[in-house]
């Protein structure tokens, strides 16, 4: 069975920083690109960062460079997203998501084919 488990977030202040795990099971993520995205109350979710299988090449939202990095541990079947400097407009539940392959690209939602439950991330100002 495919399962994405995200974790890591939290209550931070402004300023402060996070780290996010995303823990496959039931496959090898080693064979998947994988994204991250978010969805704040009221909004439609949105793409954050992804990052190819063999990690070559990273993905970020105009929003988020500079302050967040996708890594990959393919041995621990695990993606990260760090964040730092965050802002109160980082706050939405995020979600990892399998990448299927999707010859379009990595932006779209529609272009990842399982989910995580997804994490909330809370930064005060």
């Known amino acids: 069975q495919v399962q994405l488990v995200e974790s890591g977030g939290g209550l931070v202040q402004a300023g402060g920083s996070l780290r996010l795990s995303c823990v496959a099971s039931?496959?090898?993520?080693?064979?998947?690109?994988v994204g991250w995205f978010r969805q704040a109350p009221g909004k439609e979710r949105e793409f954050v960062a992804a990052?190819?299988?063999?990690?070559?090449?990273?993905y970020y939202q105009d929003s988020v460079k500079g302050r967040f990095t996708i890594s990959r541990d393919n041995p621990k079947n695990t993606v990260y997203l760090q964040m730092n400097s965050l802002k109160p407009e980082d706050t939405a539940v995020y979600y990892c998501?399998?990448?299927?392959?999707?010859?379009?690209?990595?932006?779209?939602?529609?272009?990842?084919?399982?989910w995580g439950q997804g994490t909330q991330v809370t930064v005060d100002s």
């Open positions: 990052v190819t299988l063999n990690a070559a090449t990273t």
């Open positions: 998501a399998r990448h299927r392959l999707d010859p379009n690209g990595y932006f779209r939602d529609s272009s990842y084919d399982s």
């Open positions: 039931g496959f090898i993520i080693g064979a998947y690109g």
